[in-house]
């Protein structure tokens, strides 16, 4: 470890991620605010369940479960991201300069990820929110099926970069009963799932997404222009007891 | 064509002699069975679901309540519950909700199994005057133990892993704040704090009037992760990660927005009057790799200084699933049984899915002891354990501990009418109607659920001084203290028993 001031750097090559994990609580609790992670190859659960402010530079590929009930931190990730980024987080941001895979922001209640690439599988599963807690998910380039399934709050926003359509595959927001999907461009009902409609977007919507989409251009070194004044697509519940009808009482 | 109404479930009626026209019966009655008209008190016997509230506030006994008063045409298979739930079907074209626990006939294997006591040989111990040791510790145990020497003193070297310390090998399962009240949960929570042992907290969050018992409460992560965060996994004394429930194995739970007040939308961390929807699976598991990465995350978070464990219903493959969950990290493995109780689950689910308790921790001990991984996990017996004996017996099959719900409930007043998922429970358990709340007052339901928790380990040691065993860890998995009475030769090899008089 090298210590910077309030700064330190850990090389991680070949270390455990339960060791990595209480390197970096007594590095936090000692009030260091920026730990730099090398060579992170695979490690699970970085940040697990971790609070305070802290940011934390991940150099690598992580492995499944980053940032998992994380209450506050901020992780930047330069490398891909394993499953499930984000899995029940509660607030702080995760950056990723690179595609994440399957279930990311599961469950999430609070704070903000961003993906500079691609998605897998049933990103944004079962986010949810409740007063001022409301989830963000941006996700710079595509996202494959089952985009917000059962989601229940916040905001999941596929902006379609790199000239590629954001969305290849059916099934978005299959069950959502609550919460908003923003996609750039335009989404057939095929690619609906049960229990999403889809609407043009409002001007006022339109005024809710542009300063987070300048966010993510800014965390990336992008151009946000392309993106401001581009058609989006919004898809809701179509309503907010999918399940109501389904069942009748014994008596 | 009409199908017309279906025969009363129930009649109720006043005797005219007997009654004072207090109107107790009208304030009791949440379903509107009684109404005050001038010198009389008139009754409309079809909303009534027999919980009996009125007949326990009567001062005069003068209301009588009788199942069933019209007669269908008898039939051995055509039962008057079948008829009638094909005639709401017929209606409806929906899935039938039913509350409680599975209300199909089948045979009770509790109630195939005798207990042994000492006779002349090894004689019983009286627990008067001996000391009984109940106390249990759930958690993995250590396969071996290394010691080193140092200054002449022994020092233990394993680094044992975290344990649950009961002094009953009793505890009450999950029953989440929202499916009953926090009157409720608070009774429960006082109980087993008063009797040193667990409760489970459900997965509706835990509140915070319940945080001076948060020592005693098993904290539940659900499909749904409802009020799960950091904080809160963190206040829980183990986390348990509920994969399927005994009432209804392999779906999912939703909990209407009708149910979801104020309070409730708090501690789940979901908006007032939303429906909370628990998925089927975790989105996050998929396979047991993917089960021990939830374990692991979970140990991770709380820097593994909780016990995790795994709730499953008993089905068919349970031993098997038993044996992946024991390799996973997981300290214990929780067996929910077909018999198992419920808030709202869909009848064909209730009834037909999942198998009995007694076969299920049986087969799992078993098959954790064939792999020689049976320290790896404790078990937890649960769904349908009704008396003391069914404790002992479960125990003697296998099990190091069991969850109680309905009988808890029973504690409190619940006369298990099973029409919980109205959300009208004249006991004030399950129900979120403050005035309902209100009548459940949890310095008396705590003292009768300890009352409970108390009588039964003092008849377990009972059964235990009886059958010359002083020590719980005797007892568990001690199948030679039981025999099958009438069961057959394949549920006696799946039990490992033999049959009385052998």
């Known amino acids: 470890m090298t210590e910077l001031q309030d700064a330190i750097r850990i090389d991680t090559s070949g270390m455990h991620y339960t060791p990595l994990n209480r390197a970096i609580r007594a590095a936090v609790t000692s009030g260091v605010r920026r730990i730099h992670l090398d060579n992170i190859m695979g490690q699970r659960f970085i940040a697990d369940g971790l609070r305070g402010n802290v940011e934390i530079v991940i150099n690598g590929v992580p492995g499944g479960d980053l940032g998992m009930f994380m209450s506050g931190p901020t992780c930047i990730v330069y490398g891909n991201c394993e499953h499930a980024p984000g899995n029940t987080m509660d607030a702080g941001t995760i950056v990723i300069h690179g595609n994440a895979g399957d279930a990311v922001a599961h469950s999430m209640r609070g704070g903000m990820i961003f993906v500079r690439d691609d998605i897998g599988y049933r990103g944004g599963i079962h986010m949810k929110q409740y007063q001022e807690k409301r989830p963000l998910l941006i996700v710079g380039g595509s996202a494959r099926a089952f985009l917000g399934e059962y989601m229940a709050g916040g905001l999941i926003l596929v902006l379609g970069r790199k000239g590629r359509s954001p969305l290849l595959e059916r099934g978005i927001g299959s069950g959502i009963h609550g919460g908003k999907i923003i996609i750039r461009g335009d989404v057939p009902d095929w690619n609906l799932g049960v229990g999403a409609r889809v609407d043009k977007m409002t001007e006022e919507e339109r005024g809710e997404i542009n300063p987070l989409i300048e966010k993510f251009a800014c965390y990336f070194g992008l151009d946000p222009q392309p993106f401001l004044t581009d058609p989006y697509s919004i898809i809701t519940p179509s309503s907010a007891r999918p399940f109501a009808n389904k069942y009748t009482w014994e008596v | ?502």
């Open chain 2, 1 to 502: 064509m009409s199908i017309g109404s279906v025969p009363l479930r129930y009649r109720i009626s006043v005797d005219r002699d007997q009654c004072m026209l207090c109107g107790r019966c009208v304030d009791s009655c949440p379903y509107g069975v009684f109404r005050k008209e001038g010198e009389q008190i008139h009754v409309n016997s079809r909303v009534c679901v027999a919980c009996h509230r009125c007949i326990s506030m009567c001062p005069r006994d003068a209301i009588s309540l009788v199942e069933r008063p019209v007669d269908y045409r008898s039939h051995p298979i055509w039962t008057p519950q079948v008829r009638e739930a094909i005639y709401n079907q017929a209606r409806t074209g929906k899935i039938i909700l039913s509350g409680m626990g599975n209300a199909q006939d089948y045979p009770v294997i509790f109630d195939r199994l005798v207990l042994d006591a000492c006779q002349v040989t090894n004689p019983s111990i009286d627990p008067l005057r001996e000391p009984m040791e109940l106390r249990t510790y759930l958690g993995k145990k250590p396969s071996h133990l290394n010691f080193k020497t140092v200054e002449g003193d022994t020092v233990l070297q394993t680094i044992l892993s975290p344990n649950l310390m009961l002094e009953t090998p009793i505890m009450i399962g999950h029953m989440s704040y929202g499916a009953i009240s926090l009157n409720a949960q608070q009774s429960l929570a006082r109980a087993v704090t008063e009797c040193g042992t667990f409760m489970g907290t459900g997965e509706g969050g835990l509140h915070e009037s319940l945080y001076p018992f948060q020592d005693h409460m098993i904290v539940q992560v659900a499909s749904g992760r409802f009020g799960v965060d950091i904080n809160y996994l963190e206040r829980g004394a183990a986390i348990e990660i509920k994969i399927g429930q005994g009432a209804k194995p392999g779906i999912g739970g939703h909990l209407p927005g009708e149910k979801v007040c104020a309070d409730v939308s708090c501690t789940r961390m979901i908006p007032e009057g939303s429906d909370a929807i628990s998925p089927a699976p975790h989105h996050d598991i998929y396979s047991i790799e993917d089960l021990k990465q939830l374990v692991r995350s979970l140990k991770e978070a709380t820097e593994w200084k909780k016990p995790v464990f795994v709730k499953i219903a008993a089905v068919h493959n349970s031993a098997a699933i038993a044996a992946g969950i024991a390799r996973s990290s997981a300290d214990a493995v929780v067996i929910d049984g077909f018999r198992g109780g419920t808030g709202a689950a869909p009848r064909v689910f209730r009834d037909h899915v999942g198998i009995p308790i007694e076969a299920a921790v049986a087969s799992v001990d078993a098959k954790l002891r064939s792999q020689g991984i049976r320290n790896e996990v404790s078990i937890i017996a649960s769904g349908g354990i009704r008396e003391s004996a069914d404790v002992a017996k479960v125990i003697a099959l296998g099990a190091d501990a069991v969850y109680i719900g309905t009988a808890a409930l029973v504690a409190m007043g619940c006369r298990v009418c099973g029409t919980c998922y109205k959300g009208l429970c004249p006991w004030g358990i399950a129900t979120q109607r403050p005035d309902l709340v209100a009548r459940l007052d949890p310095d008396y339901a705590s003292v009768n659920v300890a009352n409970l928790i108390h009588a039964w380990t003092l008849e377990l040691s009972e059964l235990m001084g009886a059958a010359g065993i002083n020590s719980i860890e005797s007892l568990r998995g001690n199948r030679d203290r039981l025999r099958g009475y009438l069961l057959d030769e394949n549920i006696m090899k799946v039990l490992d028993i033999k049959t009385v008089g052998a």
